[in-house]
């Protein structure tokens, strides 16, 4: 993927976008291998290139895992992490497949931002886009049903990804929608009864968004 698809640097001229490649390396994950654990200190901004990234917390006993979010090609991690005051991650990322990421150092990633006004500009839209994207999901928990959940969740990836993308599993999937893998699993097979969607595994096809949208109060 080029670093012209990500969202974060889709406005950036080819002059910065040059200047972020020069400052990347790529790094392969195997599947359930970690690219970082909660509480170390953080010493790069990552951008997905290839496959899915776990992004998890432990409970208090270092046992539960509640997954926060599933980020795929053209999604960054660590982004807000960067700028805390006690730059630390607050949680932990893992490959759930076979997985490639871009790393830009957090100083050096800093230099570009101090150098090149775009990227800070960029930086600063895409930031608003998150806290966005966290109030709309609050808002989803507390007010709608674990079904229009889904179905916006499903007709989210579809926008981001395009027909045929990969589903986290169900126990993953309910820590995002904030329910039970139970309940996951039986709206989405209503859905793949009614035609709503189509399986293929963990592969999932929206045969008619409008249809689907249709769902969502």
Known sequence: ???????????????????????????????GEVLFLEGEPVRALFVVQKGLIRVYKLDP????????????????LAEVALFLDRPTYPASAEALEASEVLAIAKERFFQLVEARPPL???????????????????????????????????????????????????????????????????????????????LSGRRVEIPDPLALAQVIR
């Open 1 to 31: 993927m080029e670093l012209s698809q990500v969202p974060l640097f889709r406005e950036l001229s080819l002059g910065d976008l040059e200047a972020l490649r020069r400052e990347s390396q790529t790094r392969r994950l195997t599947k």
């Open 61 to 76: 006993d270092g046992r539960k895992q509640l997954t926060l979010h599933v980020e795929g090609p053209g999604r960054v």
């Open 120 to 198: 800070a500009r960029a930086l600063i839209r895409y930031l608003a886009r998150r806290q966005g994207q966290l109030l709309h999901l609050l808002d989803r928990l507390v007010f709608h049903e674990v079904r229009e959940r889904l179905c916006e969740y499903l007709l989210e990836r579809l926008r981001e990804e395009g027909q045929g993308f990969r589903l986290p599993t169900n126990s993953e999937l309910a820590a995002l929608l904030g329910t039970v893998p139970e309940a996951v699993s039986r709206n989405l097979g209503e859905l793949y009864r009614q035609g709503l969607v189509r």
